[in-house]
């Protein structure tokens, strides 16, 4: 079993920034890839950015591309997300999950059926 543990999120104004991180512990020696997705209201979950374990190597949906960046400190099983430049379309419950399943290509983890662990999520509002 992994646990995952997010920070907390909160309201920004648009353009400004925020980090989420993603505690994570249990077996987490198992784990190839974690992930960032999220879920606004009334629409389904959607892929934000993944990243690969072993190399730190990040992959981004096409919106975020340039504005948020994934990261990973291995010595504190910390997960990060980085969102600069922030819009109002960006509001929605965000979560960290991670995948026990390795060697697949990078769109397999962009389904939410690619995670078999999941946090809490956390709410990030955009205002206008």
């Known amino acids: 079993q992994v646990q995952l543990v997010e920070s907390v999120g909160g309201l920004v104004q648009a353009v400004g920034s925020l980090r989420l991180s993603c505690a994570a512990s249990?077996?987490?020696?198992?784990?190839?890839?974690m992930g960032w997705l999220r879920q606004a209201p009334g629409k389904e979950r959607e892929f934000v950015a993944h990243?690969?374990?072993?190399?730190?190597?990040?992959y981004y949906k096409d919106s975020v591309k340039g504005r948020f960046t994934i990261s990973r400190d291995n010595a504190k099983k910390t997960m990060y997300l980085q969102m600069n430049s922030l819009k109002p379309e960006d509001t929605a419950v965000y979560y960290c999950?991670?995948?026990?399943?390795?060697?697949?290509?990078?769109?397999?983890?962009?389904?939410?059926?690619?995670?078999?662990?999941w946090g809490q999520g956390t709410q990030v509002s955009v205002s206008s």
């Open positions: 999950a991670s995948s026990s399943t390795g060697y697949r290509t990078n769109s397999y983890y962009t389904s939410s059926e690619a995670y078999n662990y």
């Open positions: 249990g077996r987490t020696a198992s784990t190839y890839f």
């Open positions: 990243i690969r374990c072993s190399t730190g190597t990040g």
